[in-house]
């Protein structure tokens, strides 16, 4: 059984800054790539960025520049720092890893709970 648990969402004032964290937990063989997705109300959920297992990274437009992923592979774990908040955002982030299970399996791909992020004008 695989566990993905977020923690750092929060309220932020516009500039500021929030760390977010995903945790993988349970057995598996490997991670591939890792991933933060967002989705503001009334809006699809979109692909925020994305980090290969070689460390490889990409980033939706609206935030290069602010926004930096990396992950901790002892620890099974993928971050989103985000600076320069602003209010567009706000927004329920969810992080995304792919996993596989056993040497035999194909990847598997697992959502976190989701976080707030809320920033304030």
């Known amino acids: 059984q695989v566990q993905l648990v977020e923690s750092g969402g929060g309220l932020v004032q516009a500039g500021g800054s929030l760390r977010l964290s995903c945790a993988a937990s349970?057995?598996?063989?490997?991670?591939?790539?890792m991933g933060w997705y967002r989705q503001a109300p009334g809006k699809q959920r979109e692909l925020v960025a994305v980090?290969?297992?070689?460390?490889?990274?990409n980033y939706v437009d609206s935030v290069k520049g602010r926004f930096t992923i990396s992950r901790d592979n002892a620890k099974n774990t993928v971050y989103l720092q985000m600076n320069s908040l602003k209010p567009e955002d706000t927004a329920v982030y969810y992080c995304?890893?792919?996993?596989?299970?056993?040497?035999?399996?194909?990847?598997?791909?697992?959502w976190g709970q989701g976080t707030q992020v809320t920033v304030s004008s």
């Open positions: 980090i290969t297992s070689g460390s490889s990274s």
């Open positions: 349970g057995s598996f063989f490997s991670i591939n790539a």
């Open positions: 995304n890893v792919d996993i596989v299970i056993t040497r035999w399996d194909r990847i598997s791909r697992y």
